[in-house]
């Protein structure tokens, strides 16, 4: 097995008996996670690579703290959020909850690589995006958390320090909210998306 398919775990294990310099292989397997993360609550480049690189010294720093009861991306998250949060809480910046359309541009790189429908994936990944703009708070953060974090309820439910059944009924509703969106403001988008 090469170093980089090595379990989360195990790479950790590395770095807390001595190995610092394996924290590089989690930086290079989080790297954008983060840094779509980041985006999301701000739309300065600059702020977001400092933000992002202030999030992986916080985590290598606390690293020891972490106690393996939850997926790494989820403690990540967490470290990622409170670091968004202090940070634009100094400068006094506006939080932008969701991605602006530059964001959706990079997930969709990562995502599907330079492919001849990314126009098209943009435009329909950014439409999706203002409509969850348009949702509160809490459900713009359970749909961001399981759809693009891709965390489970549980994980879910350990961030927005709810019970995983809680968290099951706010996504639901979530979704059905989202759909109102996008059925009374994209109602032509989304029929052109399903005669494609």
């Not at 807390?16 to 790297?31: D, I, K, M, T």
């Not at 991306?73 to 602006?100: G, V």
């Not at 995006?129 to 399981?146: E, K």
Request: glycine content about 4%; hydrophobic content about 35%; charged content about 30%.
């Amino acid at each position: 097995m090469t170093t980089s398919g090595q379990p989360d775990e195990q790479i950790i294990n590395r770095i807390l008996n001595g190995e610092q310099s394996a924290f590089a292989l989690l930086v290079e397997r989080y790297q954008n996670y983060v840094f779509t993360l980041v985006l999301r609550f701000t739309d300065n480049r600059e702020d977001a690579e400092e933000i992002a690189q202030d999030t992986f010294v916080k985590a290598y720093r606390s690293l020891a703290d972490f106690r393996g009861d939850s997926k790494f991306s989820t403690w990540l998250f967490t470290i990622t959020r409170t670091t968004c949060l202090s940070f634009l809480r100094k400068k006094k910046l506006n939080i932008q909850s969701l991605d602006n359309e530059r964001t959706s541009l990079q997930v969709e790189n990562r995502e599907s690589g330079f492919n001849a429908n990314l126009v098209e994936q943009k435009s329909k990944h950014a439409m999706l995006n203002r409509a969850i703009s348009m949702l509160s708070p809490d459900d713009a953060q359970v749909l961001n958390l399981f759809y693009i974090g891709d965390q489970t309820l549980d994980e879910i439910g350990k961030i927005m320090r709810l019970d995983p059944n809680t968290v099951k009924v706010k996504l639901h509703r979530a979704r059905q909210r989202l759909k109102q969106k996008m059925e009374t403001y994209f109602a032509h988008e989304v029929r052109e998306i399903h005669t494609d």
